[in-house]
């Protein structure tokens, strides 16, 4: 029980750690509304089971064994980082006339997006999976905490499991929290530059990710 609740507040803290997933969140939110920023969220959560499944497999073992493997991830995930940045950034310039004139009506309109809602999903899970960084916390952290006097495997997946609720349940606060506060809606012009200013971090994050060293 103690090293549940162990691993529950290192899990809580490095949620809750400034990092690509909230920007993505925030990105999301301001942009396109509460709806897609859920699917977002969904995404993170099912590629956090992936990170903790290969983990238990031995597979992300692999990402520090090999160099080039390791390298050939960041530099993936780093180049996406990029893409949904410039992307975020780019649409607030290119759709202005249309985001001002969608954010004077309902906050229910703010949800319908031109976007299929798996592809939502898809950034959410990409945004998780690519980062090396979440990989290294299952190869360092995530075994000292599995106990061996039981089933390992079903006590590993038991602290997976917590660590993609304290996902779903964070992100989902933050975005509630975001879209009551109704930026976008109320203000226009700041939920513009909310989502500018998110695809500059996300691009900061970019560059973080290929200066990192295993």
Same mark, same amino acid.
């Given at each position: 029980?103690?090293?549940?609740? +162990?691993?529950?507040?290192?899990?809580?803290?490095?949620?809750?750690?400034?990092?690509?997933?909230? #920007?993505?969140?925030?990105?999301?939110?301001?942009?396109?509304?509460? +709806?897609?920023?859920?699917?977002?969220?969904?995404?993170?959560?099912?590629?956090?089971?992936?990170?903790?499944?290969?983990?238990?497999?031995?597979?992300?073992?692999?990402?520090?064994? !090999?160099?080039?493997?390791?390298?050939?991830? =960041?530099?993936?995930?780093?180049?996406?980082?990029?893409?949904?940045?410039?992307?975020?950034?780019?649409?607030? %310039?290119?759709?202005?006339?249309?985001?001002?004139? @969608?954010? $004077?009506?309902?906050? =229910?309109?703010?949800?319908?997006?031109?976007?299929?809602? $798996?592809?939502?999903?898809?950034?959410?899970?990409? +945004?998780?999976?690519?980062?090396?960084?979440?990989?290294? %916390?299952?190869?360092?952290? %995530?075994?000292?905490? #599995? !106990?061996? @006097?039981?089933? !390992?495997?079903?006590?590993?997946?038991?602290?997976?499991?917590? $660590?993609?609720?304290?996902?779903?349940?964070?992100?989902?606060?933050?975005?509630?929290?975001? !879209? =009551?506060?109704?930026?976008?809606?109320?203000?226009?012009?700041?939920?513009?530059?909310?989502?500018?200013?998110?695809?500059?971090?996300?691009?900061?994050?970019?560059?973080?990710?290929?200066? $990192? =060293?295993?």
């Amino acid at each position: 029980m103690n090293e549940i609740l +162990t691993f529950s507040l290192v899990a809580l803290l490095l949620v809750i750690s400034p990092g690509p997933n909230a #920007v993505l969140i925030i990105k999301t939110v301001s942009a396109k509304g509460k +709806t897609a920023a859920f699917f977002n969220i969904l995404g993170l959560t099912v590629a956090t089971f992936f990170h903790g499944a290969l983990s238990i497999l031995g597979l992300s073992a692999l990402l520090l064994q !090999s160099a080039e493997l390791f390298l050939a991830v =960041k530099v993936i995930g780093a180049v996406y980082l990029l893409f949904i940045g410039l992307k975020a950034i780019f649409q607030t %310039f290119r759709k202005s006339s249309n985001i001002s004139a @969608e954010n $004077h009506t309902d906050e =229910k309109l703010l949800d319908k997006t031109n976007r299929p809602m $798996h592809t939502f999903f898809i950034e959410g899970f990409l +945004t998780q999976i690519l980062n090396p960084k979440v990989s290294m %916390f299952y190869l360092a952290a %995530f075994p000292q905490f #599995v !106990s061996f @006097e039981q089933p !390992s495997s079903v006590n590993a997946f038991l602290l997976v499991a917590i $660590h993609a609720a304290i996902i779903f349940l964070w992100f989902s606060g933050l975005t509630k929290t975001i !879209s =009551k506060i109704k930026f976008t809606t109320k203000m226009p012009s700041l939920g513009k530059w909310i989502q500018r200013i998110s695809g500059i971090v996300m691009v900061y994050f970019a560059g973080l990710l290929l200066s $990192h =060293k295993a």
